[in-house]
Nanobody, 127 residues
Framework: QVQLVESGGGLVQAGGSLRLSCAAS????????VGWFRQGTEKERECVAAINWSGGFTYYTDSVKGRFTISRDNAKNTVYLQMNSLKPEDTAVYYC????????????????????WGQGTQVTVSS
């Protein structure tokens, strides 16, 4: 059974940093694209960053460009999201997910391109 487990969330002041981790068990992520999504209160889930299987292609939503960095360590079967210069509007539950696009040469950003989801980790940014 595939399990994705997020960690690293928490409470941070505006301007601070957090690093989220997405660890997989029961499945080798090294041949899959992985995305980080977030869902704030009464908001739709959105893709904030994605990375293809090799790490050669990434996607960032406009609001996080220059502040967030997605990376992966295939040897550790883990994907990371480094979040710097955090803002109160970044407050949300963050989810990682494994895409169903195989060894793609792009970083998928649509929810329907993802099959397996973690349980989420809360990120709260105080002003």
């Amino acid at each position: 059974q595939v399990q994705l487990v997020e960690s690293g969330g928490g409470l941070v002041q505006a301007g601070g940093s957090l690093r989220l981790s997405c660890a997989a068990s029961g499945r080798n992520l090294s041949s899959s694209a992985v995305g980080w999504f977030r869902q704030g209160t009464e908001k739709e889930r959105e893709c904030v960053a994605a990375i293809n299987w090799s790490g050669g292609f990434t996607y960032y939503t406009d609001s996080v460009k220059g502040r967030f960095t997605i990376s992966r360590d295939n040897a550790k079967n883990t994907v990371y999201l480094q979040m710097n210069s955090l803002k109160p509007e970044d407050t949300a539950v963050y989810y990682c997910a494994e895409a169903n696009v195989g060894s793609s040469s792009w970083a998928p950003a649509r929810i329907e391109e993802y099959d397996y989801w973690g349980q989420g980790t809360q990120v709260t940014v105080s002003s």
